[in-house]
């Protein structure tokens, strides 16, 4: 097939004045090169496309392609993974993971806990807050745990996200409200062990290839799988694979993870994040139906290595599953 290539490369943001911060979620340039060697290694052309703009402007010069293998995070708005998809469907090209309804609802984690639970699938209570203000109505006791509810990376979660004393939980909110110019997530800080479920496949096909525990090392920033210790991952978390077959938590974490992707609708691959309570049982705290796809730096591909599936594989298996979505 022929194949175009959809990111938002960081480097290229960087060089235009974007900030760190802003460009957290964006791919490596490295990142970009191992997909396309490995879609040419599986026999496959390749086009680099890049951003929405670039697509946009490629769409009306007229290309077009078998296939786009997308990852582009998109810039601005709650439907900013929604945009490259949203734009393929106008034009009718098929492309890899899910579609604009999935993209902009899992971004929003708010909304996606809503649906979960209505589903009866595991998760916290919550409650999302616009304003210092609101934060007199959560109606659970703490510690609590906030984030900006549609942000990923880790941006916006660092040890402050942890609030012991509800007297502060106004001012958190008001913080991070300020700072990235959205709601606030507030949910129940859960104290247990922390699991990332990979999954490849879509609907009653998709199925977990593996977990990991998120291990926390003595230097890294306590207590939060924050920006800074996914940053600088290699230093500062051990990622412990943990098997279903031997432990009946990480069986139960992912039996909750395949019935939340099934719920979502989501597709392909991706991963999602499970954590526990107190009491040691496993709920649903988010799902990437965008996973980073680094074949050394990502949790989906480290997950994958762990369970001795070779990234070449896994590309394999991500394109395979869409091209079953390629009109011929």
Request: aromatic share 8%.
């Amino acid at each position: 097939m022929k194949i175009g290539l959809c990111y938002d490369l960081r480097s290229e943001y960087l060089a235009m004045g974007f900030s760190e911060d802003e460009t957290a979620e964006f791919d490596r340039d490295d990142t970009i090169v191992a997909i396309e060697e490995t879609l040419r290694q599986l026999g496959h052309k390749t086009e680099r496309i890049g951003h929405i703009k670039q697509l946009a402007a490629a769409l009306v010069a007229g290309k077009r392609w078998d296939l786009v293998f997308n990852i582009a995070e998109g810039m601005y708005g709650i439907g900013r993974e929604a945009q490259v998809p949203a734009l393929l469907d106008a034009y009718n090209i098929p492309y890899t993971f899910s579609d604009p309804l999935v993209m902009s609802l899992t971004l929003d984690k708010g909304m996606t806990k809503r649906v979960l639970r209505d589903a009866g699938v595991a998760t916290t209570d919550f409650f999302v807050a616009t304003k210092e203000a609101d934060a007199e109505r959560v109606h659970f006791a703490a510690p609590y745990f906030i984030k900006p509810v549609a942000e990923g990376t880790g941006k916006g979660i660092t040890p402050a996200s942890i609030i012991r004393d509800r007297t502060k939980l106004g001012a958190g909110v008001a913080a991070l409200a300020k700072t990235y110019r959205q709601p606030v997530l507030i949910e129940p800080y859960l104290s247990g062990r922390e699991f990332t479920v990979g999954i490849v496949g879509t609907g009653e096909q998709a199925r977990a290839v593996g977990s990991v525990e998120v291990v926390l090392l003595e230097n890294a920033e306590q207590g939060v799988y924050s920006y800074e210790n996914k940053e600088k991952c290699e230093e500062l978390v051990e990622y412990r694979l943990v098997l279903a077959a031997e432990d009946p938590l990480v069986a139960e974490s992912e039996r909750i993870a395949l019935e939340a992707w099934r719920v979502l609708g989501c597709r392909d691959a991706g991963r999602i994040d499970i954590r526990c309570d107190e009491q040691g049982r496993p709920q649903f705290m988010e799902v990437n139906p965008l996973a980073g796809i680094h074949p050394e730096h990502s949790d989906l591909p480290i997950i994958c290595t762990k369970m001795a599936i070779p990234y070449k594989r896994l590309i394999e298996d991500i394109v395979s599953c869409a091209a079953t979505r390629v009109i011929r």
